[in-house]
């Protein structure tokens, strides 16, 4: 029988949880034509969640496009990957499309279209020196373009923060304050203090120009009646002790409670027992195991001895004398390493203090 559970890439229908709430919240911020900000940690959903927004919102006759920015290195890459993201999203053979973009835009430099063995086109722009700023100009205002067509359009950048690589901040912001309700724009990303630098800093070019979205972990009733009815659909069972473990050590993360049930799963015969519990642990550590150690080696001595001292404090009034004693850190350098330590998109904090972005990360740091 088919495992139910999945953890990887972005999740839909069967696989997906919850996230009634918010994705009600983003199609109503879509249809206003707000632009929203996304932050997130890794594997927490991002992708999975706006996705499936966009899936419910299709049925309302919206496009969008999505463009990764986390694997570009060039200006030239950027424009190119995103035209060919826009080219496509028309969904028309190839000829209409080049054909779209010569009419109706006038992109001046020549289009260029590459198949691969399965014929499946890629588009791009032969780019030179003089006409790249304007190339760049007419790419960024294709969304506009389309939407004077009648095609309302939703433009989504995964790992946004990464555009500040390319000097293009400044440029983009320019161009796409003009498309106000017409286009809706959705950063995403997952290092949250670089995201924050842009949108909050008054002398950046994006400052309070979009509403920032939060996403939660996914609640423990919601992932209580997830994993206990795949249980049952595929006649295994799960007591709900085993449930609030997961929760225990997962938080509602959803990456690793995903993990953990699918593990579950696999060990168990009919039925979920301490023993099948205690082995599926030491699976889903060990295999993490390499990654966290180099998370760990890469922090500084003094981040160590923070993120110790946070650990045993459990992230709350940790500027204690005792701790910073037993540490031997003076209260300066603490501070920076804590710092540090959010930097690095190691803990985060909230109003009760700090915590670990991680959980799993945490569980193998106590342990
Ligand atoms: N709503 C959900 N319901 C159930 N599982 C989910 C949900 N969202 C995410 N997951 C689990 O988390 C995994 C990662 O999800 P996704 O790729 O959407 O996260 P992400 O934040 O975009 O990750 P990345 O930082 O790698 O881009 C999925 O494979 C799935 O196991
Ligand atoms: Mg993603």
Wanted: glycine share 4%; aromatic share 14%.
């Amino acid at each position: 029988m088919k495992n139910p559970f999945y953890y990887g890439g972005a999740v839909s229908s069967v696989h997906f949880c919850n996230r009634i709430d918010e994705i009600k919240e983003l199609k109503a911020d879509i249809n206003s034509g707000l632009n929203t900000l996304i932050y997130a940690p890794r594997r927490f959903g991002k992708t999975s969640f706006v996705l499936k927004t966009m899936d419910e919102l299709n049925d309302q006759k919206v496009k969008y496009v999505f463009l990764d920015l986390m694997y570009l290195s060039t200006l030239d890459e950027f424009i190119n990957k995103y035209f060919n993201v826009l080219a496509k999203s028309l969904e028309e053979p190839t000829d209409k499309i080049v054909n779209f973009f010569k009419s109706v835009l006038g992109i001046r430099p020549n289009i260029n279209v590459n198949f691969d063995a399965n014929g499946v086109p890629s588009f791009s722009l032969a780019l030179n020196n003089e006409d790249k700023t304007k190339s760049l100009e007419e790419v960024l205002n294709i969304p506009l373009a389309f939407a004077k067509e009648g095609q309302k359009i939703v433009v989504i950048f995964d790992e946004f923060q990464e555009i500040a690589n390319f000097d293009l901040e400044a440029k983009m912001r320019s161009v796409i304050q003009h498309h106000s309700d017409k286009v809706s724009y959705i950063f995403m990303g997952s290092k949250k203090s670089l995201l924050h630098a842009m949108f909050l800093d008054k002398n950046r070019p994006f400052y309070k120009s979009v509403k920032h979205f939060k996403i939660k972990e996914i609640r423990k009733e919601s992932w209580s009646e997830f994993i206990s009815s795949k249980f049952k659909a595929t006649k295994k069972e799960i007591d709900s002790h085993y449930i609030d473990k997961i929760f225990e050590l997962t938080k509602g993360f959803p990456y690793y409670t995903q993990q953990f049930a699918y593990e579950l799963w696999n060990q168990s015969e009919d039925k979920v027992d301490d023993v099948i519990f205690a082995k599926t642990l030491k699976i889903i550590i060990e295999r993490e195991e390499d990654l966290f150690s180099v998370e760990w080696d890469n922090l500084t001595p003094n981040q160590k001895k923070a993120l110790k001292i946070a650990l045993e404090k459990d992230g709350k009034s940790l500027y204690d004398e005792q701790y910073l004693a037993k540490y031997q850190i003076k209260s300066a350098s603490f501070q920076t390493a804590l710092n540090g330590l959010v930097q690095k998109n190691i803990t985060d904090r909230n109003s009760e203090g700090y915590y670990f972005a991680d959980p799993l990360f945490e569980f193998w740091c106590n342990r």
